[in-house]
């Protein structure tokens, strides 16, 4: 789906800037995904038995190959991801 999204980003951007900013926009939020992960501690385990269970990196690569889905996951999924880190007693970088 974001190869489909990448490659007529690519084409619109012949034409008009938006293909870049979707491009953009695509990059910018799987890598914020991937540094907040991170951030959070997410790794495997975390909600065992359960399909999003994954690492940043696992994280990173889903939104950057298929973003439609899975950046709303990872939005979704993460207030379990903030309340397993506050109740480690650690506070969340900005």
């Known amino acids: 789906m974001t190869i489909v999204l990448v490659l007529t980003a690519f084409g619109l951007f012949k ?12 990059i910018g939020t799987s890598v914020w995904v991937y540094a907040d992960a991170r951030n959070l501690g997410v790794r495997r385990g975390i909600r065992p038995g359960k399909a999003l269970d994954a690492t940043p990196g696992q994280w990173f690569v889903f939104c950057l190959v298929f973003w439609i889905i899975f950046f709303p996951s990872y939005l979704a999924t993460r207030p379990v991801y903030v309340a397993r880190h506050r109740s480690n007693g650690r506070t969340i970088r900005n």
């Open 15 to 26: 034409k008009s800037p938006a293909g870049a900013l979707v491009l953009l926009l695509v």
